[in-house]
């Protein structure tokens, strides 16, 4: 092994090294080739030893955690060769992780000018897995917190059915940690390490862009699940997160694809399989719109209205972070200011985000970005082209709205070429079929219709 860092793009080989846990500490570590060891470190705080029908289900947990959050590295080089130390993978994990990898990084790979397909194969035996048992797991659920309008909505919903739920959150965000101290239930935060040498590979040239965060912080939600005991994961993850980005050479690219459904489904099945068969994952918030949740959000979220955010550059480990809440200048902020406007009394609505986004004639592109009107959905988690005109149409027929200089805009320029029987807010207010809710949380989904 050498000790000093090189371009990981020269690299024939990432490396999954090993593994290990102790005092509630998991060690993951990678490397390029031969190249300095890459340890990214997450800790479960007070973890507790878990009982012997535990230790197989978290073992591999761990070892999935260790796979799925090696995107991030992997990233940097994406060298041809992938290396998977100790016990061999069988069949349906390799098939699990090519996936992850191809269309988690699809958005990277697109930006960056790379094609991944037939690049990414990780290794496999075929041999025959004994299925995962049950592990005792409690009926409890953890819920995921991110700071923004879903993840409330998620737990007021379930909070209504008296579900016994700990808020759960990974990293260090003041703003999550004080949504999930207003969310009343207890709470559990846990730490998360990116290997520093990340950082020097970024310096050095690495390639960079986006990853798949959501399905390293389920995998990480699953070992938390196995070690403190609780028997499901529920995220809050819309129906619109499954809506490509944009498609191009006969590819989806998708920023939010480890929200989406496909992932979910996956990974369902694979803990139920491979680590716990009495371990569920879903999202409470899967049959749902963009629009549907803002609904939900305006009803049932005044408690939080003066913490929360959904402006992603608050969640930034380097960059800088904005001075309020809400920056008013990327997607997110664009598209949740829109898709709350048709449900939230105006005044509230300004005095959330400190200015009337709607009344700013230099965010016309950004708004056209969000209609997909001469543009594509901008990378972000935004909703779909078409529930943002909606937004919009519906917003250019209220009085106290349809001045406003992009409403006006909207009315006179876009408006006309839309289609007006396409413009309906109803339709996105109702519920689609597919969801993955346990039997005994369904009464959350139906808190929500
Ligand atoms: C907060 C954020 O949006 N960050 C994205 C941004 O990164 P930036 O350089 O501006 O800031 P940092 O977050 O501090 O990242 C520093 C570097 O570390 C890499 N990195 C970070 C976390 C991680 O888990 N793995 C990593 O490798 C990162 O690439 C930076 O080099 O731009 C980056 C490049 O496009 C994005 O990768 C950063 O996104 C974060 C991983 C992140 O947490 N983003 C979520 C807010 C996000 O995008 N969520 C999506 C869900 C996507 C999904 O499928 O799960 C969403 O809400 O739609
Ligand atoms: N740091 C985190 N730790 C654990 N779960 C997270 C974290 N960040 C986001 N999540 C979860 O990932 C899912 C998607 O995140 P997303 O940012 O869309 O949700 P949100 O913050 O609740 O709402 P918004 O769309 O308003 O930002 C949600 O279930 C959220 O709780």
């Given at each position: 092994m050498t000790d000093t860092f090189i371009?990981?793009?020269?690299?024939q080989q990432f490396r999954f090294v090993r593994n290990t846990f102790a005092d509630g500490v998991a060690e993951l570590v990678y490397a390029f080739d031969d190249g300095p060891e890459l340890v990214e470190r997450v800790t479960f705080p007070g973890a507790p030893a878990v009982p012997p029908e535990r230790e197989a289900a978290l073992a591999a947990a761990l070892r999935l955690l260790h796979l799925v959050a090696g995107v991030s590295y992997y990233k940097a080089g994406i060298p041809a060769g992938i290396v998977v130390e100790g016990q061999p993978l069988d069949e349906p994990t390799a098939r699990l992780l090519d996936a992850l990898y191809l269309h988690g990084l699809a958005e990277f790979a697109y930006r960056n000018r790379l094609d991944l397909r037939g690049r990414i194969a990780f290794p496999f035996k075929r041999h025959a897995t004994v299925p995962a048992t049950a592990a005792?797991?409690?009926p409890r659920s953890l819920l995921p917190i991110g700071g923004g309008k879903d993840s409330v909505v998620a737990v007021e919903a379930v909070k209504s059915i008296g579900a016994d739920a700990t808020a759960t959150w990974v990293g260090n965000s003041p703003l999550i940690a004080e949504c999930a101290a207003r969310t009343g239930l207890p709470t559990l935060n846990i730490s998360r390490e990116l290997a520093p040498g990340l950082f020097e590979l970024n310096r050095l040239g690495a390639w960079n862009g986006h990853i798949p965060v959501t399905a390293i912080n389920s995998v990480i939600l699953a070992v938390a699940a196995i070690l403190y005991g609780y028997d499901s994961i529920v995220f809050a993850n819309?129906?619109?997160?499954?809506?490509?980005?944009l498609e191009y050479d006969g590819q989806e690219v998708n920023h939010q694809w480890s929200k989406g459904f496909g992932f979910e489904k996956s990974l369902h099945d694979y803990l139920h399989t491979?680590?716990?068969?009495?371990l569920d994952y879903c999202s409470?918030?899967?049959?749902?719109?963009e629009l549907a949740v803002t609904s939900a959000f305006a009803r049932l979220g005044a408690e939080y209205f003066n913490v929360f955010s959904?402006?992603?550059?608050?969640?930034?480990?380097l960059g800088p972070k904005p001075a309020?809440?809400?920056?008013?200048?990327c997607p997110k902020c664009h598209f949740v200011f829109l898709a709350l406007a048709p449900f939230m009394a105006k005044p509230r609505l300004l005095s959330i985000f400190?200015?009337?986004?709607?009344?700013?004639?230099?965010l016309a592109g950004a708004f056209d970005a969000l209609l997909e009107y001469k543009d594509h959905k901008p990378f972000e988690c935004v909703g779909e082209g078409a529930e943002a005109r909606a937004a919009l149409a519906a917003l250019a027929e209220r009085p106290e709205w349809r001045e406003d200089a992009l409403v006006a805009r909207f009315r006179t320029e876009i408006l006309p070429q839309l289609?007006?029987?396409?413009?309906?807010l109803e339709p996105w207010l109702k519920p689609g079929a597919s969801h993955l809710v346990p039997q005994r949380l369904l009464g959350a989904l139906d808190a929500l219709g």
């Open positions: 371009d990981p793009r020269n690299s005792g797991l409690p819309e129906r619109s997160a499954s809506v490509a980005t491979h680590v716990a068969a009495d409470l918030l899967r049959p749902w719109s959904s402006c992603n550059r608050n969640f930034r480990i309020d809440r809400w920056c008013g200048q400190g200015r009337n986004l709607l009344d700013d004639d230099a289609q007006p029987d396409e413009l309906g």
